[in-house]
């Protein structure tokens, strides 16, 4: 091995110790605290680890670096049971970042620079995140846990037994059993990510968060909750249409992002027309933020947004509109498709969008229909949850959201027929 290669190694494993070390000096409150190890002793750990991986090489030993790494274990042991005895204190944290900076030291030797540094990196992050993670586990709640284990069982049990095959003639060659709960869980998996990061910030942060966390979960919610609230507070209407809008520009980054990772044909066209509508709806949210600003935080309650019923009952809406959505395109023609995606958008924007995905991906669709179907049904939705801040909010609520609506449907539509 050449020395400039050999250098690298070895300086990588130092720097990732030190990294590691930089972070338990910080969250022990700087070096005025005595602690276990801190950046000079981690980095030293981290070069120790690839000095003892380049023995065992050399020697052709491997025990050698097993040696190594009892050694540390012991040095490791003792420290926990010194600092339990003295301090009350039974946590290992610190003791297990010291055998991750030896082992990550020995992958550097090893030549698994990127991954040691991906690895070092990941560690840092997440002993970075005590508070917020401690924050999470406190938020948590029975049917949360229930709720993460059923989401476990339908992607990690039921989808792989699943047949990815389709059983009938057209039009009902569609209902692929497998694709459609891969469907399930990719939109279950969505929704669960908006709510565990609620989770972790915490559901009374400021309006706008709450509107745009609350968009990966619900934007219908966010629009029923604070509509209400507008009636009550209503020198909050413009805060809260605020966080409706946002809410709602939310939901058109979460369709260019499910049409994204499932049809990238697709999305090179779809793109403009969703994008255009929510780059407006995000202008106009800026303009709400400096007409009025507030620090008022948001108290929308979000129940957990995955169960195993709303998962069955979320596949066979799927499937309806699937089958739907292909038998109007089959005996109407692309028209027959424009105005059953209008129909279901009215109902849930994710079932049509990811139809109309599927239709495109087996080809039975061309990408500027497909891309239309998708704006319309995104225009509908946007339509229903319009219409219920305008029949539920207060009137200064309406005054506040109606220009924004209507410039996010009218660009929507408008561009939709110039692709």
């Not at 000095?51 to 040696?67: H, K, N, W």
């Not at 030797?109 to 406190?138: C, H, M, N, P, Q």
């Not at 935080?297 to 799927?318: C, H, Q, T, W």
């Not at 909010?393 to 660009?411: C, E, F, K, V």
Request: net charge neutral; with cysteine; aromatic share 10%.
């Amino acid at each position: 091995m050449d020395p400039i290669n050999l250098f690298l190694r070895f300086g990588t494993a130092l720097g990732i110790g030190f990294l590691i070390g930089l972070q338990r000096e910080y969250a022990h409150g700087g070096g005025g605290r005595e602690i276990v190890a801190g950046e000079r002793t981690f980095a030293l750990m981290g070069l120790s680890g690839a000095v003892g991986a380049m023995v065992a090489a050399e020697f052709d030993a491997p025990l050698i670096f097993f040696g190594v790494l009892v050694v540390y274990a012991a040095i490791v042991s003792i420290a926990y049971f010194v600092e339990s005895g003295e301090r009350g204190q039974v946590g290992l944290t610190t003791e297990i970042a010291i055998l991750i900076a030896v082992l990550l030291g020995a992958l550097c030797y090893w030549g698994y620079l990127t991954l040691a540094v991906a690895l070092g990196i990941a560690t840092t992050v997440l002993l970075s995140l005590k508070l917020e993670t401690d924050r999470f586990v406190r938020a948590l709640t029975r049917e949360d846990i229930f709720a993460a284990l059923q989401f476990a069982v339908i992607s990690a049990i039921v989808l792989p037994v699943l047949p990815n095959q389709s059983f009938f003639p057209p039009p009902f060659d569609v209902l692929n059993p497998f694709k459609i709960w891969l469907m399930v869980v990719f939109i279950s998996g969505i929704s669960f990510l908006g709510y565990v990061l609620i989770k972790v910030v915490g559901a009374q942060q400021g309006i706008g968060l709450t509107g745009l966390l609350g968009g990966l979960v619900s934007s219908t919610a966010v629009t029923l909750s604070f509509s209400e609230r507008s009636n009550r507070e209503v020198d909050l209407s413009k805060t809260f249409a605020l966080a409706i809008t946002i809410a709602w520009t939310t939901m058109f980054a979460r369709i260019l992002v499910t049409v994204g990772v499932l049809n990238s044909a697709l999305l090179s066209v779809v793109w403009i027309p969703i994008a255009a509508s929510g780059m407006v709806g995000l202008g106009y949210c800026v303009f709400l933020f400096l007409a009025q600003r507030s620090s008022e935080r948001g108290d929308v309650e979000f129940s957990n947004p995955f169960s195993l019923s709303m998962a069955i009952k979320f596949g066979l809406l799927y499937a309806v509109v699937l089958l739907v959505a292909r038998a109007a395109q089959f005996y109407f023609g692309d028209t027959g498709l424009l105005v059953s995606s209008v129909v279901s958008g009215l109902a849930d924007v994710d079932a049509i969008t990811l139809s109309v995905t599927e239709l495109t991906n087996n080809d039975s669709l061309n990408v500027i229909t497909g891309a239309r179907a998708i704006v319309f049904a995104a225009m509908s939705n946007t339509v229903v949850k319009g219409s219920i801040a305008m029949l539920g909010g207060s009137r200064q609520l309406r005054r506040a959201l109606l220009p924004g609506l209507l410039l996010m449907l009218a660009t929507g539509v408008g561009v939709a027929f110039l692709i």
